[in-house]
């Protein structure tokens, strides 16, 4: 099993972007005319957006851009996504995960994803579903994170941020919480939360 850290997402590695661009600065001017104007209005992306808005700025697409990312690593499955990824492959699921997926372990918990195919013990690689013509064997049942995978988005960043914290931290769970919250607390990024910006300030507090 893999730990966080060890590899770079693909989808996640593409999608990363300047720490300046924060929610609040997430209208520039080059996005006013495209068709996404109307899903635009529903930013700042917060924990709490629901999977319906998200999607809706994610639409489906494939270029180039994103295909580097694919090379590089896979992205995590959410637990919708294994009936979908094994009907559409067409075996079981534990023919799914034996063949195809492997575990990682984030914020305490274990995550599943595509393979990657790691040449000379290289922590990185090729994602099992990527073809030899850049394509993704699996698009219509690929995984949730690389759906919203949107690199070349000025909000990119902030797709990932909403799956990692509704998708690989469990709130349910003091363990996972404890991670992310010293994961935050060494500099991670996150979606804005009063509660960690209240906790790090107790930690570290301003100068005055
Ligand atoms: S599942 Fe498809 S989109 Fe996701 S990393 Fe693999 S090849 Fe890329
Ligand atoms: S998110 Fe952007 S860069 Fe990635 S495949 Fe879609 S259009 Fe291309």
């Known amino acids: 099993m893999k730990r966080v850290g060890e590899v770079s997402f693909g989808p996640l590695a593409s999608a990363r972007l300047p720490s300046e661009r924060l929610p609040s600065v997430l209208l520039p001017s080059v996005h006013r005319k495209?068709?996404?104007?109307?899903?635009?209005?529903?930013?700042?992306?917060?924990?709490?957006?629901?999977?319906?808005?998200?999607?809706?700025?994610?639409?489906?697409?494939?270029?180039?851009?994103?295909?580097?990312?694919?090379?590089?690593?896979?992205?995590?499955?959410?637990?919708?996504?294994?009936?979908?990824?094994?009907?559409?492959?067409?075996?079981?699921?534990?023919?799914?995960?034996?063949?195809?997926?492997?575990?990682?372990?984030?914020?305490?918990?274990?995550?599943?994803?595509?393979?990657?195919?790691?040449?000379?013990?290289?922590?990185?690689?090729?994602?099992?579903?990527?073809?030899?013509?850049?394509?993704?064997?699996?698009?219509?049942?690929?995984p949730l994170q690389c759906r919203v995978a949107m690199g070349c988005k000025p909000y990119g960043e902030e797709l990932m941020l909403w799956f990692q914290e509704n998708y690989l931290v469990d709130w349910k769970d003091k363990q996972s919480i404890r991670e992310f919250e010293g994961y935050v607390g060494a500099g991670g990024k996150a979606l804005p939360n009063k509660k960690i910006e209240k906790k790090k300030e107790r930690i570290s507090p301003k100068r005055s």
């Open 34 to 142: 495209s068709p996404l104007k109307k899903s635009l209005s529903i930013l700042p992306i917060i924990r709490s957006t629901p999977l319906d808005k998200i999607l809706s700025l994610a639409p489906p697409c494939s270029c180039s851009h994103c295909r580097h990312g694919c090379t590089m690593g896979s992205g995590m499955l959410a637990k919708e996504d294994f009936a979908p990824m094994a009907e559409f492959l067409g075996v079981s699921g534990s023919q799914l995960r034996e063949q195809f997926l492997e575990t990682v372990e984030l914020f305490g918990k274990e995550h599943f994803r595509p393979k990657i195919l790691r040449k000379e013990g290289k922590p990185y690689g090729q994602c099992i579903f990527f073809s030899g013509d850049g394509k993704c064997k699996v698009h219509p049942a690929k």
